[in-house]
């Protein structure tokens, strides 16, 4: 990968704000841009009811659907190969019941707040039993009011080549 231009905060990883497709390490995560980025068209986001998981479907293992709701983020969906990492499935969960999540959730405050996609590269340090590298591509949504309503995002668990590139 590209040495970030922009790094924010190294602390559960590196995250990255300014970024480029180019960047990605994952497949997963250039597909996911690729089929958000098309349906957003001229908005800032995709709007929620453009995306269909269905779409996706040879990456559902690797996706999550967060959605806000007041100022709690709910996990609405969690792949298979991510919810494996955890002692149990978070699917239902609220983030900030995870333990650990407080830098994630502050991440997708800015997210929503500046309807802004981010990238993070990082052991996946929410996990309890599953330390193993991972690329995640968080693009948010938006509702029929063009407001962020939620995020779409994206997993891509990385060999250590991987994370040399």
């Known amino acids: 990968m590209n040495a970030p231009r922009k790094n924010l905060d190294i602390i559960g990883g590196v995250e990255i704000w ?25 908005n800032q986001a ?29 996990i609405k969906f969690c792949g298979t190969r991510i919810a494996g990492s955890f002692d149990n499935d978070p699917t239902g969960l609220y983030l900030d019941e995870i333990p650990n999540s407080e830098i994630s959730m502050n991440r997708h ?3 929503r707040d500046q309807v802004l996609p981010f990238v993070i590269h ?18 948010p949504l938006l509702d029929e009011h063009h407001k962020v309503c939620g995020s779409l995002v994206c997993f891509t668990f ?3 080549a991987d994370m040399q590139r």
């Open 18 to 42: 300014d970024f480029s497709p180019d960047d990605f390490l994952g497949e997963a995560s250039k597909d996911c841009w690729d089929y958000w980025h098309n349906r957003r068209g001229g």
């Open 109 to 111: 405050v800015r997210s």
């Open 46 to 74: 995709a709007l929620e009811k453009d995306i269909d998981l269905l779409d996706l479907a040879h990456h559902l293992p690797c996706l999550a659907v967060l959605e806000w709701v007041d100022t709690k983020l709910l």
């Open 158 to 160: 990385l060999t250590r």
């Open 122 to 139: 990082s052991p996946f340090y929410l996990a309890r039993k599953d330390f193993q590298d991972y690329e995640s591509l968080n693009l």
